[in-house]
């Protein structure tokens, strides 16, 4: 079983749909998250972290369930330049001192 | 001010050659880790280095990859006898220290293996 799992997509939306994208994880010891994203043929950039009480950031809505180990990304009024692939990642202390990527869903907003 | 950078950008070469791929991490950041991505596919985790401390190591998939950080700053990642599983995309990071904060990615060198 993979450490950080989503569904790799792609969502296909048209421009002003909402679009959710959950993840999950593995690792109960892990202790910070986050939501970067990488647009094709780039590096990944932080979009935001995932914080308990759950966060948003403009159109962008994070939220963590650790009973369930779980974590959504939820964008509204989507943009094409939403477009991308969205990665969910967990950071692992205690000696790991790591971050864990997923392998990413990708997102598509057409016209 | 000037971000994460590694050279070269693409690298193409013979199937039993070693490369050298070098990052030049955000200065004062004292955490650098390297990861590959291989095309549609996650970041797999190789080494981290965190200051003076011994780098971790476990994600290097062979003996044949080494890498090491001179002075703290900039760290070179060495393949040898690159093999064609080797193609991908390998990507440098840095973070002011390690505790989960943000990570830097540079724009990544594309290497080729024929």
């Known amino acids: 079983r993979k450490e950080v799992e989503q569904d790799p997509g792609p969502f296909n939306v048209p421009e002003g749909a909402t679009v959710a994208f959950n993840c999950t994880y593995s690792n109960s010891a892990s202790q910070s998250f986050f939501w970067y994203r990488q647009d094709c043929r780039k590096e990944p950039k932080l979009l935001m972290s995932v914080y308990s009480s759950g966060n948003e950031d403009g159109r962008f809505t994070a939220q963590l369930n650790r009973a369930s180990q779980y974590i959504s990304l939820l964008i509204r009024d989507s943009k094409l330049s939403d477009s991308a692939t969205y990665l969910c990642v967990v950071y692992l202390s205690g000696g790991y001192n790591k971050l864990i990527f997923g392998a990413g869903t990708r997102l598509a907003v057409h016209p | 001010g000037a971000g994460v950078s590694q050279s070269p950008s693409n690298k193409v070469t013979e199937k039993g050659k070693d490369v050298e791929l070098r990052c030049d991490p955000i200065s004062g950041h004292t955490a650098l880790y390297w990861y590959r991505q291989s095309l549609g596919q996650g970041l797999e985790f190789l080494i981290y280095f965190q200051g003076n401390s011994a780098p971790d190591k476990s994600g290097l998939p062979s003996d044949r990859f080494s890498a090491e950080r001179t002075g703290g700053s900039v760290s070179t990642l060495t393949i040898q006898r690159t093999q064609q599983e080797d193609s991908a995309v390998y990507l440098c990071?840095?973070?002011?220290?390690?505790?989960?904060?943000?990570?830097?990615f540079g724009p990544g060198t594309r290497l080729l293996v024929l």
């Open positions: 990071a840095s973070s002011l220290q390690t505790g989960g904060e943000t990570q830097y």
